[in-house]
């Protein structure tokens, strides 16, 4: 399994989504999932991006969950 | 081991540092001829961290016993020997394929188990090793890839680089640090050794001392790049050169005794400097080196990015040097070979490998140079490179890496060779390119950074995509490229690029670098023109 850190763009600015899942593929699918779930009012999502994964070792995986510095 | 591991009774250490309290990572060399004979399988996972203390990484799929193989080159600097011996590893075991590393390393891929020891013998008879290539201890100790030739050096750093070098390596008070421990000794005056983003630095300055000029050296600490990259800070000492043994023991000292080593994500030396300041550190290496003086004249003079192309005279009258164009850094043993013979034929055997991930050919002289250069090697690997094919660089890329989201050697040979094809500037624009948020191929410093990763577009399209940032630079201290927003789909990142660098070159003044450029008309602007040009190309 992995941790995949997505960044949803929508008309109201940037969403960070984080999944655990075994592949990109399916990471995508419950990022989708976790956005529908979660918002009771569905934004337009202009897009989704994956920008980072990490593996999921025996000690876990996370990730900071912070507005981007510049140079990130 | 003549010292005592303080932090050994730290009830919160990290997994790795537990490990390495029962076991030290030098001892892996003891174990590899057994698992060669056993097998790949019958090595235990929680084996695989010492692996990396012989510079191996266990390569993906991770059940097929193969290694990727970095070898440490002090200073860049090969003799005959060692680059045919190198040469002649890629062809037998590395599936004929040579990366030049951004620490003038060279690394193989692919590399079996069972081979390893042969790999071993073979470098050990010419004097090369594996050993803390990688893993928590001193990595590859970077520097001037023209120590001792070059016209724009203070003086010669290949004793002091020797003298270091030998001093760590293998050394069992310095293997057990709390992570990666990178060390760059330069007297380059165009900061060469890419001063600002290693643990430890040595930079060229002087300092007027009983009324006598002294050359030596200023130091910076605590500088890396990865996901929280971080510019060396400068101590206000001026180090001569028979004390740079006692500095450098000194400060790793410090980093060894003092280190985090609760998480490994915190444990590189910058955050030891940011958390205590430089004025602390620089208290903490005083105390053990004693009294050093205050700090001189610094002599660094610019930043050249690490790039040397072309032939030029070197410091010896009648000799000079070649700097060759090695595209990404990835070369064939073959030609590798042939650079060798052409080291031995025309020069002095030596071969030199560059931070940039390029190669130089020394001691060159007058009377055979145009021979030399006319050999056909040349065409293939140029020493006037086109210019942005010769200032690209890029990581590994998801072709080996776990980590990385997108290709990247690839896909930057593919956009520099296109770029060549339909942009002229006067300058060249240093590209280089990683598939992660990490730092492999050094994204944060160059002119225009690009970034890889996975996008799902607004018409539910999943493509690989990238995003830009722009500005990055070492002069003056350093300066880390900002991102301007926006995603570009990989089958238009080409386009985007080209119409973007089309404005530079429109709107640029005679001579003016891309980083003078965009800190005269700024990021806003840039961004406005990204905007632009992206949403001609989306429709």
């Known amino acids: 399994m992995e941790l995949y850190r997505f960044i949803a763009t929508t008309e109201h600015g940037e969403t960070a989504i984080v999944v655990a899942a075994d592949s990109e593929e399916r990471a995508f699918r419950v990022a989708d999932r976790e956005i529908e779930h979660q918002l009771l009012k569905k934004p337009v999502i202009n897009d989704l991006a994956l920008v980072e994964k990490k593996n999921i070792t025996k000690n876990g995986a996370g990730y900071l969950i912070q507005p981007r510095k510049s140079y990130e | 081991m003549s010292y005592t591991k303080v932090w050994a009774d730290n009830e919160q250490l990290n997994k790795n540092e537990v490990n390495k309290l029962k076991k030290d990572g030098l001892t892996i060399f003891d174990d590899i001829p057994k698992y060669a004979k056993s097998g790949f399988a019958s090595i235990p996972k929680d084996q695989y961290m010492y692996f990396k203390y012989a510079g191996l990484t266990v390569q993906k799929p991770q059940d097929k016993g193969l290694f990727m193989l970095r070898v440490k080159v002090p200073t860049g600097i090969l003799n005959h020997d060692q680059a045919v011996t190198l040469a002649g590893i890629g062809r037998d075991y590395g599936r004929g394929i040579i990366d030049i590393t951004t620490r003038q390393s060279v690394q193989y891929h692919w590399v079996p188990l069972e081979k390893l020891t042969d790999v071993f013998d073979r470098l050990k008879k010419v004097g090369l090793t594996t050993s803390e290539a990688e893993g928590d ?28 070098y030998h001093f760590f390596q293998d050394n069992p008070d310095f293997s057990n640090l709390p992570r990666k421990y990178k060390i760059s000794i330069n007297a380059n005056t165009s900061n060469a050794g890419h001063a600002e983003i290693n643990d430890l ?51 790793t000292t410090i980093y060894r005794d003092y280190g985090y080593r609760k998480s490994r994500a915190r444990a590189r030396l910058k955050y030891l400097v940011a958390d205590w300041g430089i004025k602390k550190f620089e208290e903490k290496v005083l105390a053990l080196t004693g009294p050093l003086p205050e700090a001189g004249h610094d002599e660094t003079r610019g930043w050249n990015g690490g790039f040397f192309f072309g032939a030029h005279p070197q410091k010896q009258k009648g ?8 595209p990404v850094g990835r070369i064939s043993a073959e030609d590798f070979l042939r650079f060798a013979e052409l080291a031995q034929n025309y020069g002095n055997g030596e071969l030199r490998t560059v931070n940039s991930q390029n190669l130089i050919l020394p001691n060159i002289p ?24 010769g200032y690209a660089m890029a990581c590994t890329g998801n072709e080996f890496c776990n980590l990385a989201l997108t290709n990247t050697k690839d896909k930057m040979k593919e956009i520099a060779a296109r770029l060549d094809q339909e942009v002229s500037l006067d300058v060249p624009v240093r ?15 160059a002119d225009i950074g690009i970034q890889g990763l996975k996008l799902r577009t607004k018409d539910k399209q ?68 990204l905007d632009t040009i992206a949403k001609m190309y989306s429709k």
Do not use: W
């Open chain 2, 137 to 164: 201890a001193p990595r590859n100790v970077v520097g001037n890839p023209l120590a001792g030739i070059d016209p724009d050096e203070l003086f010669d750093t290949r004793p002091v680089v020797e003298e270091i």
């Open chain 2, 201 to 251: 630095s040595f930079i060229p300055a002087s300092k007027t001392i009983d009324g006598k000029k002294v050359l030596g050296f200023h130091v910076k600490v605590g500088g890396g790049l990865a996901a929280k990259p971080y510019l060396a800070e400068q101590l206000n000492i001026f180090v001569t050169l028979d004390q740079v043994k006692n500095v450098s023991a000194a400060v």
């Open chain 2, 319 to 326: 000799l000079n040097y070649v700097g060759v164009s090695i």
């Open chain 2, 366 to 389: 007058d009377a055979v140079l145009d021979n030399l250069l006319s050999d056909e090697l040349f065409q293939k690997f140029p020493i006037h490179p086109t210019p942005f094919t």
């Open chain 2, 431 to 445: 590209i280089y390119m990683v598939g992660c948020t990490n730092s492999c191929g050094q994204r944060q410093i």
């Open chain 2, 462 to 529: 999943l493509v690989d995509a990238y995003e830009l940032f722009v500005g990055g630079t070492l002069i003056d201290g350093g300066q880390f490229n900002e991102r301007l927003k926006g995603r570009i789909p990989a089958t238009q990142i080409y386009d985007v690029l080209k119409d973007f660098l089309l404005f530079f070159k429109k709107e640029k003044e005679k001579g003016e670098t891309f980083f003078a450029f965009k800190t005269r008309i700024g990021t806003e602007k840039l961004q406005q023109v």
